[in-house]
């Protein structure tokens, strides 16, 4: 996995809405609207206008509230500079005015002169920070493209994993016609989000809801099933692997021993389905699915049936089962 660089100018870019949307526009230093972050967080920086620059988290976004601006006024009033130009001899990322406020003059003619980004919000200072960390998470988080299928059946994110043929695609289009969602097809990107959540998306969001059906060709789901067929991402909860039925290998019938596969270091549950003809895997899908939301819910179907035998064996019904048939004949 390469690491990528993220600037301020891909900040501004950014096509958020709703909850997401940051509202920011660049009111000064454009020529450093190159500068990358690379720190997903935030700082406000009340002491180091004060003149107190140890530990100052220059990395950050900068983010200047009432209380700052307020400050630059008395500065700017009091005809003294030196601070601000002090300030701006680190190589901050941007600085951040909220509120719709207003930097003062001095402040945007150093800024321009040390070519860092002022942006403006109308956020307030605490919206801001919360939505720029979640946005942060998300664009900073590990990343890799995995081979495969992203469904959502249930509520639970499947993926689907195989050998090329093993009928991937397939099961994923019966899941669909019976009401289930398609995440993405063939190439899936998942990311490793707040540490302990893997979610997935199409690898290219132009294509993801197509569908390559051998035989048949590629396939628009969205516009053959409509558009409550399709999602644009989902966590992955669940990855089951397809591969071909192996009459000398011995597959697990009761499924007391829960497999996990690691993702970005985050165990996620396994399941090993084998495919031969005959095999409903559509319906066996739908049945993992359940079986593992009930899981979370902390019933689990496997260990409540190995308790109900062991009381059946304690209580001397299997032993009279045993001993007591006729085998006359």
Not at 58 to 83: C, D, H, M
Not at 84 to 111: A, D, G, R, W
Not at 120 to 144: G, H, W, Y
Not at 216 to 236: A, D, F, H, P, T
Request: glycine share 8%; proline share 3%; charged share 25%.
């Amino acid at each position: 996995m390469t690491e990528k660089k993220f600037t301020v100018l891909d900040l501004l870019e950014l096509d958020l809405q709703g909850h997401d949307s940051l509202n920011l526009k660049c009111v000064s230093g454009r020529r450093g609207l190159t500068r990358a972050l690379t720190v997903p967080d935030v700082n406000r920086p009340g002491l180091a206008l004060s003149g107190f620059y140890e530990a100052f988290a220059f990395q950050r976004v900068q983010v200047f509230g009432r209380g700052e601006t307020a400050y630059l006024k008395k500065l700017q009033e009091e005809g003294n500079s030196e601070i601000i130009q002090k300030l701006f001899t680190y190589q901050m990322p941007c600085c951040v005015f909220t509120h719709n406020l207003e930097p003062t003059q001095e402040f945007l003619k150093i800024s321009e002169e040390a070519n860092c980004p002022i942006l403006q919000t109308d956020l307030e200072s605490s919206d801001f920070s919360s939505r720029l960390l979640r946005v942060a998470s998300n664009v900073f988080a590990p990343k890799k493209t995995m081979h495969g299928v992203l469904v959502d059946v249930y509520g639970l994110g499947i993926f689907l994993s195989g050998h090329s043929g093993v009928g991937k695609s397939e099961a994923a289009l019966e899941l669909v016609e019976r009401g289930h969602r398609l995440v993405a097809d063939d190439i899936v990107e998942l990311r490793c989000v707040n540490g302990n959540t893997i979610l997935g998306q199409g690898a290219n969001t132009q294509i993801s809801h197509h569908m390559e059906i051998r035989g048949l060709g590629i396939i628009n789901v969205s516009q053959m099933y409509g558009i409550g067929s399709i999602r644009n991402q989902k966590e992955v909860q669940l990855v089951v692997n397809l591969e071909e039925w192996d009459s000398t290998k011995i597959y697990d019938r009761i499924g007391t021993e829960q497999k996990f596969v690691e993702l970005f270091g985050v165990k996620v549950p396994l399941i090993e389905i084998p495919v031969k003809p005959g095999r409903n895997l559509p319906i066996i899908l739908e049945a993992a699915a359940k079986n593992e939301r009930l899981k979370r819910m902390g019933y689990y179907s496997a260990k409540d049936f190995n308790q109900n035998i062991l009381k059946w064996i304690e209580t001397g019904e299997a032993q009279a089962v045993y001993y007591g048939g006729d085998d006359s004949y």
